[in-house]
């Protein structure tokens, strides 16, 4: 059996992309529980040298919808990040994502399936005596490959991470939130 270009993306990032957004409000519920503050969340970090829950979440909604966007355009161009910003605007954040995903067509997608990408990342430098090099990196892909080995991997990464991030403070989150729904044979 063949799988399609949208088959491939667009429904396995929707999946993870509500499935973030329904931990997200379990995390506000929680806080609304225990009268914590939501807020408290979004510069907590796993460890010191890892990006915080916000840019988990930002870095999750850029890999999905600009991971399928560089399919049409062949360049990963998301925005700008925002930062940091208060608990309800990353929720809108993922909202937003998920409008953006569900408004995507498979003719729309299996479209661009013979586009080339020539994907140019650009690594900043963590800190000042960063030893690696900081020159940007060209890539070629086909449309599968750069979404099996750049796109959902690093979508999967961030979004596990928000989660391992929530997981770790307390919030009472089960590998079934992660999972979302599964997508079964329906007969």
Not at 167 to 183: A, H
């Amino acid at each position: 059996m063949a799988i399609s270009l949208y088959d491939l993306s667009v429904p396995t990032f929707l999946q993870t992309v509500r499935a973030i957004g329904a931990f997200l409000d379990r995390t506000a519920m929680y806080c609304v529980e225990l009268s914590y503050d939501a807020n408290d969340f979004v510069n907590a970090r796993l460890f010191d040298d890892m990006a915080p829950f916000h840019f988990q979440i930002e870095a999750a909604w850029h890999h999905s919808v600009w991971g399928v966007e560089a399919l049409k355009t062949g360049a990963f161009a998301p925005p700008a990040l925002v930062g940091s910003v208060p608990f309800a605007d990353l929720r809108a954040m993922v909202s937003k994502a998920e409008k953006a995903l569900e408004a995507l067509t498979p003719d729309e997608v299996n479209s661009w399936s013979t586009k080339e990408l020539n994907i140019v990342l650009h690594r900043p430098r963590d800190k000042e005596d960063d030893w690696r090099p900081w020159e940007p990196r060209a890539m070629a892909f086909t449309p599968e490959a750069f979404l099996l080995s750049f796109s959902i991997p690093n979508f999967h990464f961030h979004a596990v991470t928000a989660y391992d991030i929530l997981r770790s403070r307390g919030v009472p989150l089960g590998k079934r939130d992660y999972e979302g729904w599964l997508r079964i044979k329906s007969d």
